[in-house]
């Protein structure tokens, strides 16, 4: 069973650009989640999606945002990049099937904004 | 709102030398416990949910507990390939899939 797919795995970006990070979730799993990792906050909640809608965000600025398509397969975008949204961004999909199931993770994107 | 801290930071141990990792929270309404294990350049692997006070789960060399203010994940007579960061994260009742992570405790194991 394949896991969790994310795209791309590197990502080198110019402060001002923008970018959009992919994530495939594992077959049947129809909640995706996306969270910021970085070595002073930890992982920190973006936003979550459940068929096609996103049902909570954390603390993120306007310029963060996401999709869900009718396949499960996520999206984010980052517009405006600044430097300090150098970071892994993590997505996890979940099946939904129970309530606080684990959920998986995959191996991230690692952003780096110079 | 959620908050998760772990302790230690860091934990450097003998391959053998049983220890326990400490994980505190404050939820309102705990609807799920996690704990995950990080290898550097990889995402979080999971490894086990609990749900109550009271609740222990085994896996391995690990063994994990939850209290109403804290769990604990022991560790005993372990290798070095359990080197690893360990996250724990608490998830709220309310319907909401988001997770709060603590920072993690970054073990290393030396043979």
């Known amino acids: 069973k394949a896991g969790v797919t994310q795209t791309p795995r590197y990502l080198i970006k110019t402060r001002g650009q923008q970018v959009t990070l992919s994530c495939s979730p594992i077959?049947?799993?129809?909640?995706v989640s996306w969270y910021q990792q970085t070595p002073g906050q930890g992982l920190q909640f973006l936003f979550e999606?459940?068929?096609?809608?996103?049902?909570n965000k954390g603390n993120f600025p306007g310029r963060f945002s996401g999709r869900q398509f009718s396949n499960s397969r996520s999206e984010m975008n980052v517009s405006t990049l600044e430097l300090g949204d150098s970071a892994l961004y993590l997505c996890?999909?979940?099946?939904?099937?129970?309530?606080?199931?684990?959920?998986?993770f995959g191996s991230g994107t690692r952003l780096t904004v110079v | 709102e959620d908050q998760v801290t772990q302790s230690p930071e860091a934990l450097r141990l003998q391959e053998g030398e049983s220890s326990s990792l400490n994980c505190s929270y404050t939820?309102?309404?705990?609807?799920?416990l996690f704990w995950y294990r990080q290898d550097p350049g990889k995402g979080p692997e999971f490894l086990f949910t609990?749900?109550?006070a009271g609740e222990e789960k085994e896996k391995e060399r690990l063994k994990a507990t939850l209290t109403k203010k804290e769990s604990f994940l022991h560790i005993t007579a372990p290798k070095p390939e359990d080197s690893a960061t360990y996250l724990c994260?608490?998830?709220?009742?309310?319907?909401?899939?988001?997770?709060?992570f603590g920072k993690g405790t970054k073990l290393t194991v030396n043979p």
């Open positions: 996890a999909s979940s099946s939904l099937s129970g309530a606080g199931r684990g959920y998986t």
């Open positions: 077959s049947g799993h129809r909640s």
């Open positions: 999606y459940f068929s096609e809608t996103q049902r």
């Open positions: 939820v309102s309404g705990l609807r799920g």
């Open positions: 609990l749900y109550s």
């Open positions: 994260a608490v998830q709220s009742q309310g319907g909401s899939e988001k997770l709060v």
